[in-house]
């Protein structure tokens, strides 16, 4: 496999934990513009502890994990009360206040003699501990590959639960599901928490993949991506988000023709598909057919 | 020699550094790259270069097939031709195999004659050798 191939399934595998973030918030029934951040969160956080302090990257994968979901529970916490447009806009105000807060960001430490470390706008370079360890692009290819595997069994695990059930129904209608004793606001808040970390894990292995991270990495174009991509693949199913990745990366890699126009050629092929299919290809509706079919 | 400039100096030694020069050939977009590598001072030969660019604000999707390197006529030099998709700000990913395994990022902005270093970190890689 060439370096081209690894690098665009690579781009997909990371690219799939954003997506599953806010899937998980839409299943709920939160559109969320903000995942961005969580991810930018877990990249900073990551990058830091890795190349300033010489974690082992999956410690600092957990740790940022839990940073990503400290931080979603606390923007969840006021912002969950709002509904629909509300929450969305306020999700995005506060994408936007975490990048310009990685802006401002001067963590610099002397690191073998060099200042290495987060410097506003000017990025976030030498993230190397991939290279420092020796990890060739396929072993890493292979890391994200297991990592979403056992997020997408632990999706699965979940959507098949009862607590699946009960998502899926605050999702439908939260009045009905709180009149049955559910506590709406508890399992959102729980639900953002785990989005927040999922997000970072996204985030901490992306900033390792690219050895380079900066604030506009994380800005709104990312967050309108990952919404996309569920919507796109379909609510249905968490593979939804994952069909999502793969139909984005491969309808922009395979309209390299339309040069800088392939987004606006993608954009459009989006819209079409959202008019016909609201929720999605994978949709509640394909996946009971899928089920029915083949149980 | 005090002691940060030799803890610097032994950095280098093991930091790569590059430096890009691009020219537009007329086609559009598509420009011909110069890459002169450095490592401890000394021009670094031998090296398997692979050039790719993202656009920083959506750095896994509006990206551009990467392209392998050729060494150049001078040592420490490596020749590539970028077929970018837009004129603007493009973060040059320079992929590095051989006698040592990095990758660099660079900020360039390109126009319509050739490639300046734009912000976004220039200060590493275009002022230390």
Not at chain 1, 92 to 112: K, P, Q, Y
Not at chain 2, 96 to 119: I, W
Request: glycine share 12%; with cysteine; net charge neutral.
């Amino acid at each position: 496999m060439d370096d081209y191939a690894l690098g665009v399934l690579t781009n997909i595998g990371l690219f799939s934990f954003i997506a599953l973030s806010a899937y998980l918030l839409l299943i709920a029934g939160e559109m969320s513009f903000g995942q961005q951040a969580f991810f930018g969160v877990g990249a900073y956080a990551g990058g830091i502890l890795t190349a300033l302090y010489g974690w082992p990257l999956p410690l600092a994968a957990l740790a940022a994990m839990a940073l990503g979901a400290l931080a979603q529970f606390l923007v969840a916490l006021p912002t969950l009360r709002l509904r629909g447009l509300y929450f969305a806009m306020a999700t995005l105000a506060a994408a936007e206040m975490a990048r310009i807060l990685f802006e401002l960001l001067h963590w610099r430490r002397s690191i073998d003699g060099e200042l290495a470390g987060p410097d506003g706008t000017q990025g976030f370079r030498g993230i190397r501990w991939i290279f420092e360890h020796g990890i060739e692009p396929l072993h890493y290819l292979g890391i994200v590959g297991v990592l979403l595997a056992l997020v997408l069994g632990l999706f699965v695990f979940v959507e098949r639960s009862k607590l699946g059930a009960t998502l899926r129904g605050i999702g439908q209608d939260p009045e009905l599901a709180a009149s049955v004793g559910i506590d709406v606001q508890r399992v959102k808040l729980g639900l953002a928490a785990a989005a927040g970390a999922l997000a970072a894990l996204g985030g901490v292995l992306y900033a390792h993949h690219n050895t380079y991270i900066e604030p506009r990495n994380f800005d709104i174009m990312l967050g309108v991506h990952s919404l996309a991509y569920a919507l796109i693949g379909g609510l249905g199913t968490a593979f939804g988000p994952l069909l999502g990745v793969l139909l984005d990366i491969g309808v922009l890699e395979s309209t390299r023709v339309f040069h800088g126009y392939r987004m606006i050629v993608f954009g459009g092929l989006v819209a079409v598909l959202l008019v016909f299919r609201p929720r999605g290809l994978l949709d509640e509706r394909m996946v009971l057919w899928i089920r029915q079919r083949f149980s | 020699m005090d002691k940060a400039a030799l803890l610097l100096s032994l950095v280098l030694a093991q930091t790569p550094q590059a430096d890009l020069r691009c020219v537009a050939t007329g086609e559009d977009f598509v420009y011909d790259c110069s890459i002169m590598l450095m490592r401890g001072g000394r021009p670094l030969e031998g090296a398997d270069v692979t050039v790719g660019a993202d656009m920083p604000s959506m750095p896994m999707a509006h990206s551009v097939r990467p392209a392998k390197a050729i060494p150049g006529t001078k040592p420490g030099e490596y020749r590539a031709r970028l077929d970018l998709e837009m004129l603007g700000e493009w973060a040059i990913k320079l992929r590095l195999d051989g006698p040592v395994r990095d990758l660099l990022v660079l900020h360039y902005e390109f126009d319509s004659k050739g490639a300046k270093p734009s912000m976004g970190g220039q200060k590493m890689e275009h002022k230390k050798h």
